[in-house]
Structure formats: structure tokens, C-alpha cells
């Protein structure tokens, strides 16, 4: 398998995480669970096979995605399927990002995942086809680079308020509160969660939950034992019942199940049939 990714530089790189690229894919599962993190995801399907996202509550209904599609700001798990030589691009768009290059609020796609040409219209088409007339990984990526710096809304500017609330909400989420944040960006706590919301698609509370819970995957990769009660404490849950209900909210498993069945990649658990 083919896998690349490429951090843009700046502006993209203020908005942008990395666009990626793979073909060829290898995979020994057929569906796979994409935990949230409150980003935004832009994908583009190389081959001619639709994808599937299934139904969580029932996973033998799905919706098919053919060409292009977004996923927006997400605060439950997503279950799609995992295609064996499949090849995909993509890029991944920072909280708060939404605004500048779909020109809507992130609450119009926050939790949805919604097909490129609904938002962007023929334009979205044509970058697919664009990028399947592009020959190689890197002039791939090249040319979706130059579209997204097409697409930034010059006249946009991230309010300050919701560029503090980030970097202090991804930085120390535990520690953080909507009413200090508030008064220290000079805002109503009305005011401010509601440019919050128009920025990122959720609001303060959810968002600083949710990076609690990124917290805890990343401690999880970084330590070579787990004690349970430990890591929940040093992020900031009041106690393991209150770690294992907000776990399993956003993963739909329990802790120890997602130590036994998480992937290679943060974010992806693969689904196997006999679970």
C-alpha cells in the first residue's frame, strides 16, 4: 500500500492538519469504527466502488458515498466499511475550520456527513476528476493544495474568542471552564458559546469533553501499562464511572474493550467478524 500525507504550509496550515493519500489498501477487516475529535473530514474516492456508513443502531442499513463527501464535526462514532485495495484522498480540517473553506456555519454540517457536490455544487465534481487526471501521489496532493488555497474566503476571520477557546480547550480541556473562558475573551457565557457554536458545530462543553477523551486515547498509545483510575484521574474525570461513561459515549465501547481491539491508527478501531 501506497500512504502519504502532507502538512500544508501557511495559511492552510492555520485551518489545515494534512491532506493524505493511499492506494492499494491492505486491510483483514471489512468495517471499522472512526472515533470523534471534533475535526472536520474532506474525502475523495479514487475508485469506482461507492463506500458504505452504516447505521450504527442497525449496521445492516447503510448510505452510500460514490465521489466526494464531507464529515463534519462529529461527537459519536462513525461506522464505515474498509475496503481491500481501495484508494482514497483527503484532507483534514482543523475545529473551527468549516467556515472558511464551505462558507456555512459548522452547525449545518456538525454531525452529518454530507456529499461534496450538496455543498460545493459542480465544483466538487471537478476537483474529483481533476485529481483522477493527475498522475502521482505528490501531484495529487499538489493540486488539491492549490484548490483549497482557491477556496479560502479572504474575508474571513476566525473570531479571537473561538482561537483562544481552541488552543486552551486542545491544551488543558480538564482544566478548563465556558465561564472563565468567557470573561477572559470579554464575551456574555450566551454570546460567547454561541460564536463557538457558529465556528465549530458544537458547543464549549461538548468540545472540551470531547478532547478529554482524545486525551485519554493518546495516554493510552504513549504508556506501557494502563492503571485505569490513574490515567482517568490525571485527565480530569471525577472518578472511573464518570471515565467509563464518557468513553463509551463517544466510542460506544467500555475502556478495556478498546484496549483489546484498537488499531495501528488513532481513531480507527477495525471491526472484526468475530466480535
Not at 496550515?13 to 473530514?41: A, N, Q, V
Not at 466526494?68 to 461506522?79: D, I, Y
Request: hydrophobic share 40%.
Amino acid at each position: 500500500m501506497r500512504f502519504h500525507v502532507h502538512t500544508p504550509p501557511p495559511p492552510l496550515s492555520e485551518y489545515i492538519g494534512w491532506l493524505w493519500y493511499f492506494d492499494g489498501l491492505e486491510t483483514d477487516h471489512h468495517k471499522e469504527k472512526i472515533l470523534p475529535d471534533g475535526s472536520i473530514e474532506l474525502l475523495i474516492n479514487l475508485d469506482e466502488t461507492p463506500r458504505k456508513l452504516f447505521d450504527k443502531k442497525a449496521p445492516s442499513h447503510w448510505r452510500s458515498f460514490r465521489e466526494a463527501w464531507l464529515s463534519g464535526p462529529q461527537t459519536e462514532f462513525l461506522l464505515i466499511d474498509s475496503l481491500p485495495k481501495s484508494s482514497m484522498m483527503g484532507v483534514h480540517i482543523k475545529p473551527g475550520g468549516t467556515v472558511l473553506f464551505l462558507g456555512m456555519p459548522a452547525t449545518e454540517v456538525a454531525g452529518a456527513v454530507v456529499e461534496l457536490e450538496a455543498i460545493w455544487g459542480k465544483q466538487g465534481l471537478e476537483l474529483r476528476e481533476s485529481l483522477l487526471g493527475t498522475p502521482g501521489p505528490a501531484a495529487k496532493l499538489r493540486r488539491l493544495e492549490a484548490f483549497l488555497l482557491g477556496r479560502m474566503r479572504k474575508r474571513f476571520v476566525r473570531h479571537p474568542a473561538v482561537t483562544h477557546a481552541l488552543e486552551q480547550f486542545t491544551r488543558a480541556p480538564h482544566e478548563s471552564t465556558v465561564g472563565r473562558t468567557a470573561d477572559r475573551v470579554g464575551l456574555s457565557r450566551r454570546r460567547f458559546i454561541e460564536v463557538f457554536r457558529h465556528e465549530v458545530g458544537m458547543t464549549p462543553k461538548r468540545f472540551c469533553r470531547l478532547q478529554r477523551f482524545q486525551r485519554v486515547l493518546r495516554e493510552i498509545e504513549s504508556r506501557r501499562s494502563i492503571d485505569w483510575a490513574d490515567l482517568s484521574a490525571a485527565c480530569g474525570y471525577y472518578d472511573q464511572s464518570h471515565f467509563i461513561h464518557e468513553f463509551q459515549a463517544f466510542s460506544g465501547i467500555n475502556p478495556a474493550a478498546y484496549l483489546v481491539q484498537k488499531g495501528e491508527y488513532l481513531n480507527f478501531i477495525p471491526i472484526r467478524e468475530k466480535q
